[in-house]
Structures are given as structure tokens and as C-alpha cells.
């Protein structure tokens, strides 16, 4: 089991920035796959970014160049730096880990990012 907490949302103007961090309750330093995803009001939730150990890092088209996801084993905690945010970027932002990178993932119960025009 891997309890997630994340944490850094708020209300903000179009063009600002936020950082979002995930906290986990286990080290993450031999987790295979970890990333944000994110659900906008009234629609389905999507990929922000995700890392895969030794594969790659992918992000959403909508969030190239603008934000960028990163890991700190140290500290067992997933960040999303968001810059240069949009009003399209209001969503629920979710932390997802798989520790095996296999079918088990463990969510955590999301932040609120509101960005106003």
C-alpha cells in the first residue's frame, strides 16, 4: 500500500504559477512509474505527465513547455511545477504511482487548481 497526499493547489491568474507536490508514505526511489493526472469539470480525467524509470517522461500535448514533473527520492515526493497557467488548466489534479509499473496503481485524493482569465 502507498498512501499519496498532494498538496500546492489553489486559486490563481492566467499566466501564474504553481507547484504541486505528492508526498508518499513509502520511498519511492524503486518506483517504475509515477505522474499527475488531472480531471477538468464536467469531463474525463487525463494525462498531465508521467515518469517511467529508464523509459522516458511524457507530458500532455496542452502542457509542453510549460510544466514540468520531477522526483525527489530523498524525500519520497512527485512535484509538478506548472508556469505560464491557462484557464483550461482548472482542474483536480491526482497523483498516481505503480511502484512495479505493472496494473496496480495507488491515487491519491487530488488537489484543486483553479486559473482564472
Known amino acids: 500500500q502507498v498512501q499519496l497526499v498532494e498538496s500546492g493547489g489553489g486559486l490563481v491568474q492566467a499566466g501564474g504559477s504553481l507547484r504541486l507536490s505528492c508526498a508518499a508514505s513509502r520511498r519511492i526511489f524503486s518506483f517504475i512509474r509515477m505522474g499527475w493526472y488531472r480531471q477538468p469539470p464536467g469531463k474525463q480525467r487525463e494525462l498531465v505527465a508521467v515518469i517511467v524509470v529508464g523509459v522516458n517522461t511524457t507530458y500532455a500535448d496542452s502542457v509542453k513547455g510549460r510544466f514540468t514533473i520531477s522526483r525527489d527520492n530523498a524525500k519520497n515526493m512527485i512535484d509538478l511545477q506548472m508556469n505560464s497557467l491557462k484557464p483550461e488548466d482548472t482542474a483536480v489534479y491526482f497523483c498516481?504511482?505503480?511502484?512495479?509499473?505493472?496494473?496496480?496503481?495507488?491515487w491519491g485524493r487530488g488537489t484543486q487548481v483553479t486559473v482564472s482569465s
Open positions: 498516481v504511482v505503480s511502484p512495479d509499473g505493472g496494473g496496480i496503481e495507488y
